[in-house]
Nanobody, 118 residues
Framework: QVQLVESGGGLVQPGGSLRLSCAASGITFSMYNMGWYRQAPGKQRELVATVTRYSTTDYADSVKGRFTVSRDNIKNTVYLQMDSLKPEDTAVYYC????????????WGQGTPVTVSS
């Protein structure tokens, strides 16, 4: 059974930091490209950051220079370090695992909420 379990969300003041984690089980983690997405109320889900199986990273323009994605293939975990948070970063953050060879094999976590507010 495949599980992606996010953690680390919460309430933070503008300018603060949070670190999200996504622990994967039931997959060969090293074969998957991992991504973080977010969905704000009333908006579509959007891509935030990705890290390939080779640890190549990419970011949405809105978070470049503030967020850092990384992975630990021993712990089967992907992280999203979020610094200099802004109110517009408020959303539910979702972890995604997409197979690097068979991209139709695709899994999602349940999401963790992040609220940036004073």
């Amino acid at each position: 059974q495949v599980q992606l379990v996010e953690s680390g969300g919460g309430l933070v003041q503008p300018g603060g930091s949070l670190r999200l984690s996504c622990a994967a089980s039931g997959i060969t983690f090293s074969m998957y490209n991992m991504g973080w997405y977010r969905q704000a109320p009333g908006k579509q889900r959007e891509l935030v950051a990705t890290v390939t199986r080779y640890s190549t990273t990419d970011y949405a323009d809105s978070v470049k220079g503030r967020f850092t994605v990384s992975r630990d293939n021993i712990k089967n975990t992907v992280y999203l370090q979020m610094d200099s948070l802004k109110p517009e970063d408020t959303a539910v953050y979702y972890c995604n695992a997409r197979h690097s060879v068979y991209p139709q094999i695709d899994y999602w976590g349940q999401g963790t909420p992040v609220t940036v507010s004073s």
